[in-house]
């Protein structure tokens, strides 16, 4: 038969992952992104990228890396594939040095490698601050040099609309939409790769970039697909609150000797440089001694909310605290921690090497994400998905540095199987049901671009960031949930009566968004919903009203099923793989 | 502080056939604020400075923190990012146009990418044998990594081509940007067997002999990468090369 045909949508490190297998083994590749792919969100990534290689003479392994991100995502995560991945990073890590990867190195010429959270060992490997850049850099060029070769065709400035199912429900392609001619069509494939990334904007504001909606993803939840652990964000420690975004500050500051406090005295006016460490509150220090600034994010998040709202200590009353670096010197900060300290000048317009940084949490990454199996496929054949967009390797709570590496690896395990199914997929009858999707497609953009209502999607869009973050991230009670979950039933009633001012038929960024804020809305209410249904606290997923973890009732992966109905989602809970490493209790503050 | 806002003024143009015209604009002022946010606020409450309703401004963006490279415009004349750009530092009225040395798209959208077809021709790539497990990669020093490091901060925003006196259509001058990416793949252990090839790449018509040594490039590099320390080294490597090929015949 002739060469198999697949997509891939986005152009992050899990899809140019996937695009590099499947070219090496002679498939013809498809790469749609709605950004060229070198502008991805991955590029934002910075502290670096976990594998278990062991330089530092610490005895560190594979097995007890697979047991500290286990561990760290509060047993909720499918132990197989965390194992594989684990397994595979040390690998994963000699390949990106191949591919030139400036890494930081050792005096001898070897990788240098980190701390990072929820460890007690050094596995980060970093290419200064910035190691995402550099990681999504080496593989953008990597496909570059198959696509000179024309085994890997780009359509950048495409954004995915839908997946094609024939009558048998059998993907046989995707419809997307050039976004500077608006034009909607069908591209056929014999599987699809799905790499689109986070969630961010469904918070508002967020440490994501923009083009991080979780449209695509909503997309085929509404299609049928599984969309799993929803209900699991994780908000980092450590951000730098903006008017536009909640700019990261990477978990590196902490691993290369970053202190977090606050003045033991509340609204001390003194300036930070002036107050003696006796009146300083090291509180992550005092409370976890073993692990200290360096416990898992939720861990670390949970703290800095209970110094700043129920102990009243946030720097001058505000919802602010120090990460503090100043005590470190100027050269190292520089040579291990450049780029994020430029970020920080560059936006506060104060000096990191100087003065403690002000730093709260903010919304970061999503857990949950598309249902997979272990081979990368979602429950519609044909479909399978790698990177954020997907639930399988964090559990309910991700280690800091094993994104990175989850992305890579599950793009290079979704690759070959995709070639592989494709190659045994039987031929479609007629178009698969192409024209009548596209149809359905322009369908949707005419009654959009006609519609005659007074509501802009940007000012709803904001509703829906403010509702989420209220409610729906660190601390979770079911009557607020509830509430934010009317909020999103109303603004998807008033979607009905949105209004585009940009009518035209070309570039029309509005008309896209507004496509995007559908989707946007519809996956709220699965991550609510899920939220609302697990009554117990785990990893990220934290209840006041029930404080403890439940595993008889909830150690168990949450699948949603989309049903159109106005009661929301379907619920139902699946079995986790715990085969290797039997549930304990999860306690960073003792041994 | 009450109702105190920001004056901005845009340039717009529909689409590549439109005329561009100015629009005037004011958005209310917060501390912090920077151009990405503003253009967000324009886009919430389309209306122009003068009350009349009005398009949301087409853009590019991305991270909103300067590491993707898509928001490049002119602001107040100067080449730079509008997310680093905060306003507490700008004059006003802040005067935002499009990237002038590239197609316009709408507003402020350009096509930029000649610089991915650039990176094509000098095969800015290592080339590996295979994503299969070879064991670890050639050892290189600390001194190796920060010289080529900050070579591959360089974010794509060709910043440095708009700067550029010699980069039009006329010379089809390559720019420093691919130029950089020349000397970070020769540097590497493995992505210097290429180096001949690359080197090819950038002589005659378009190649590095058309750089004026203007020196704005460096300027304008909102990454700080070494540019025109780069040019001069690539530069004097095409030369050889030139004259080596001359002599070989």
Redesign the interface.
């Known amino acids: 038969m002739a060469t198999p045909r697949i997509i891939v949508v986005g152009g992050g490190l899990a899809g140019l992952s996937a695009v ?2 499947i070219a ?1 083994a002679g498939g013809a590749v498809d790469l749609f992104s709605i ?2 792919v ?4 991955s ?2 990534a910075q502290g670096g990228i976990n594998a278990a290689k062991n330089l530092k003479g610490e005895g560190d392994t594979t097995w007890k890396h697979f047991d500290d991100s286990v561990y760290g995502g509060d047993f909720l995560a499918n132990q197989t594939p965390v194992k594989q991945m684990c397994e595979a990073a040390p ?1 994963i890590i ?2 990106l ?4 990867v ?9 990788l240098d490698f980190r701390r990072f959270g929820g460890t007690l060992y050094n596995r980060t490997a970093f ?2 601050a ?1 190691t995402g ?2 990681l999504l ?2 593989l953008d ?2 496909v ?2 198959y ?2 070769e024309g085994k890997v065709k780009k359509y950048e400035g495409w954004e995915f609309l839908s997946s094609i199912l024939d009558s048998k429900g059998v993907c046989r392609g995707i419809t997307a939409m050039d976004l ?1 001619t608006m034009e909607v069509k069908a591209f056929p494939a014999e599987a699809i790769i799905i790499c689109t990334g986070g969630i961010g904007a469904i918070f508002g504001k967020s440490t994501n ?3 991080c909606t979780g449209s695509a993803q909503s997309a085929l939840f509404q299609q049928g697909a599984y969309y799993a652990n929803g209900e699991f964000i994780q908000v980092h420690p450590t951000a730098i609150p ?4 909640l ?2 500050m990477s978990e590196s500051a902490r691993g290369e000797g970053g202190r977090v406090w606050v003045p033991r005295k509340p609204s001390d006016p003194r300036p930070p440089k002036s107050i003696p460490e006796s009146e300083r509150f090291y509180f992550l220090e005092e409370w976890y001694p073993k692990y200290g600034n360096l416990v898992p994010r939720d861990i670390a998040t949970r703290a800095i909310h209970r110094v700043v709202f129920q102990e009243g200590l946030g720097i001058d009353g505000q919802q602010m605290v120090y990460l503090d670096l100043s005590h470190i010197d100027r050269a190292t900060l520089d ?1 291990k921690l450049g ?1 994020i300290l430029e ?1 920080y000048e ?2 506060v ?1 104060v000096d990191p090497h100087d003065h403690p940084m002000k730093i709260f949490p903010g919304m970061h990454y999503t857990m949950g994400g598309l249902w997979i199996d272990f081979d990368q496929m979602t429950n519609i054949p044909g479909i399978f998905s790698a990177g954020e967009c997907e639930y399988q390797y964090h559990g309910a709570n991700r280690l800091g540095a094993n994104s990175l590496m989850s992305c890579i690896h599950g793009g ?1 395990i979704a690759g070959p199987n995709a070639l592989k199914y494709a190659k045994n997929l039987p031929a479609q009858e007629g178009d698969g049901g192409a024209a009548q999707e596209v149809a359905r497609q322009i369908e949707i953009n005419k009654d959009l671009i006609t519609n005659q209502g007074n509501e ?1 999607p ?2 709803m869009w ?1 509703e829906l960031g403010d509702t989420m973050s209220e409610h729906v991230t660190v601390t979770r009670y079911n009557k607020g949930m509830k509430q934010a979950d009317e909020k999103v039933v109303e603004l998807i009633e008033r979607y009905k009566g949105i209004n585009l ?2 009518r ?1 038929q ?5 008309f896209a968004f507004a496509r995007q804020l559908k989707n946007m809305l519809e996956l709220a209410r699965t991550i609510t919903l899920g939220g609302i249904l697990r009554d117990e606290s785990r990893g990220a997923h934290y209840k006041p009203d029930f404080p403890d973890r439940n595993d008889e009732k909830f150690l168990k992966t949450t699948k949603a099923s989309f049903t159109g109905a106005p009661e929301g989602p379907k619920l139902e809970l699946e079995e986790v793989d715990t085969q290797y490493i039997v549930p304990r209790p999860r306690r960073y503050d003792s041994a | 502080m009450a109702n105190k806002t920001v004056k901005i003024e845009i340039k717009r143009q ?2 590549p056939e439109d005329p561009a015209v100015w629009e005037k604009y004011e958005v209310a002022y ?1 501390v ?3 151009v ?2 503003a253009l ?1 606020d324009i ?4 209306v122009t400075a003068s009350g009349k ?4 401004v ?13 928001c490049a415009v002119l602001i107040n004349g100067r080449a730079r990012m509008a ?2 750009a ?1 306003i507490d530092t700008l004059e006003q009225p802040i005067k935002i146009a499009p990237l002038s040395k590239f197609p316009i ?3 402020l ?1 350009v096509d ?2 000649v610089l ?1 077809e650039n ?2 021709k000098v ?6 044998d ?2 299969y ?10 001194q ?3 010289v ?2 900050p070579l ?2 360089c ?2 925003c060709t910043c440095c081509m708009e700067v550029c006196p010699q980069f039009n259509i006329s010379t089809g001058f390559v720019g420093a940007a691919t130029i950089a990416q020349v000397k970070l ?1 020769n540097n ?1 252990p ?2 210097s067997v290429l180096k001949e090839e690359r080197l090819r790449a950038l002589a005659g018509d378009g190649g590095i002999q058309e750089c004026g040594y203007a020196q704005n490039c460096v300027k304008a590099c909102p990454k700080q990468l070494p540019l025109t320390n780069a040019i001069a080294d690539v530069s004097r490597d095409v030369i050889v090369q030139t004259v080596k090929d001359f002599l070989r015949g």
């Not at chain 1, 040095?97 to 030139?100: I, K, P, T």
């Not at chain 1, 070309?506 to 509005?510: D, L, R």
């Not at chain 2, 087409?58 to 898509?70: F, H, K, R, T, V």
Request: aromatic fraction near 8%; charge should be positive; glycine fraction near 10%.
């Open positions: 590099i297998k090496e950004v060229p070198k502008r991805s969100h590029v934002c690998g000699d390949l040095d191949r591919m030139g400036p890494f930081n190195r050792t005096p001898e010429g070897m290419a200064g910035t850049q550099q850099y080496a060029e990597q570059r040099r696509e000179s500077r970039s923009v083009v903006g008017e536009d975004k700019r990261l040579r780029g970020i560059k936006f317009g290079f802009n940007f000012k904001r001012s940009d035209s070309w570039a029309n960024t509005s | 529909a689409s917060r912090g604020l920077n990405t946010s967000m886009a919430a409450n389309p309703p009005t398009t949301p087409s853009y590019d963006s991305n991270c909103l923190e300067e590491i993707c490279g898509s997310c680093s905060l798209v709408r507003d959208q930029r990418g991915f990176l094509k095969q800015a790539w290592v080339p590996i295979g994503t497990d070879l064991g670890v990669g050639p050892r290189q020093y600390p190796q990594q920060e080529n490091y591959s901060n974010i794509s793949f590497h493995t992505g």
